[in-house]
């Protein structure tokens, strides 16, 4: 199967910066998309930014011209830089992975999440 593992969160004082990193492993035959997803408490998971593979790069507007997204296709890696944090980011911050392992149809795979907080 797919693994992704997260790392990079924390606590940071609002306008601090974290990049969070994470790591796809397993038997993946191609990669369609990865992304970023959170969720506060009370909240419904949200997208935070993707990147399709030859395609678009997305982000949530909240979070457009603060985060970056990148990705390491040699690594299977995808990065969130994310820069003058606000309060309201505070939430877990979850890897997103969309693609194929052998024949079987495109899945999307999660990874275990990492707290982000973003103190006052």
């Known amino acids: 199967q797919v693994q992704l593992v997260e790392s990079g969160g924390g606590l940071v004082q609002a306008g601090g910066s974290l990049r969070l990193s994470c790591a796809a492993s397993?038997?993946?035959?191609?990669?369609?998309?990865m992304g970023w997803y959170r969720q506060a408490p009370g909240n419904q998971r949200e997208l935070v930014a993707s990147i399709t593979t030859g395609g678009p790069v997305e982000y949530a507007d909240s979070v457009k011209g603060r985060f970056t997204i990148s990705r390491d296709n040699a690594k299977n890696m995808v990065y969130l830089q994310m820069n003058s944090l606000k309060p309201e980011d505070t939430a877990v911050y979850y890897c997103?992975?969309?693609?194929?392992?052998?024949?079987?149809?495109?899945?999307?795979?999660w990874g275990q999440g990492t707290q982000v907080t973003v103190s006052s």
């Open positions: 397993g038997a993946i035959s191609s990669i369609i998309n």
């Open positions: 997103s992975l969309v693609g194929t392992v052998g024949i079987a149809r495109p899945t999307r795979f």
